[in-house]
Structure formats: C-alpha cells, structure tokens
C-alpha cells in the first residue's frame, strides 16, 4: 500500500520561501509519477507539476520560475519549493502519485491513485 505524507506548511510572509515535503512508503519514487497540487477555498484542485518517475520535473506555467520540485531518492521523498510566495498562494497542498507509466500530460486529479492528507499553506502578512 503506496502512502504519501505531506509536511512542511505553516503561515509565510508575502516574498518568502517554504519548502513541502512529500514522504512515499510502500514504492519507491523511481517508479512513481508525484505531482503536486493545491486548493483554495471554493476553488478546484489546481496542478502545480509533477515529478516523472525517471527524475524529469515539470511545472504548470502559472507558477513556473517561482515554484520547483526537487526529487531525494535516498529519503524516497519529493520537495515542492516555493519563493516568492502571494496571498493568492494560501491554498492546501496535496502531493499525488501514479504508477510511472509514459503520459504526456500530468494535471488532471483522476489520473493519480494514491494523496497525501494535505498540508496548509497560508502566505499573509
């Protein structure tokens, strides 16, 4: 049974950095597709990227340069680092896997089997 355990959230300034984690057990990453995601109040769960499971990251536009996924096979865990963080970021964040199978495209919630319980993430002065 693949579990997936998110930490690292909390309350940030505007401009600051927070770094996510995203503990796998049952499967090794390297044969697991993460992604991350986020939801904001009354909002729909929004792709953030993902981490292929040959070590490959991609980002969703909307937060590519501020937002990177970091893979540390050795802990079996992925990283979401996050900078320059605006109140529009506050949202719950979820790390999601898949089997590493080839697909082209990533976002979509119903491609992934296994989520994490959701970490808070709040950006507010």
């Known amino acids: 049974q693949v579990q997936l355990v998110e930490s690292g959230g909390g309350l940030v300034q505007p401009g600051g950095s927070l770094t996510l984690a995203c503990a796998a057990s049952?499967?090794?990453?390297?044969?697991?597709?993460v992604g991350w995601f986020r939801q904001a109040p009354g909002k729909d769960r929004t792709f953030l990227g993902a981490?292929?499971?040959?070590?490959?990251?991609t980002s969703a536009d909307a937060v590519k340069g501020r937002f990177t996924i970091s893979r540390n096979n050795v802990v079996n865990t992925v990283y979401l680092q996050m900078n320059s963080l605006r109140p529009e970021d506050t949202a719950v964040y979820y790390c999601?896997?898949?089997?590493?199978?080839?697909?082209?495209?990533?976002?979509?919630?119903?491609?992934?089997?296994?989520w994490g319980q959701g970490t808070q993430v709040t950006v507010s002065s």
């Open positions: 049952g499967r090794l990453l390297s044969s697991l597709t």
């Open positions: 999601a896997g898949r089997p590493g199978t080839p697909v082209s495209d990533l976002s979509g919630t119903w491609q992934y089997d296994y």
């Open positions: 981490m292929r499971w040959y070590g490959t990251p």
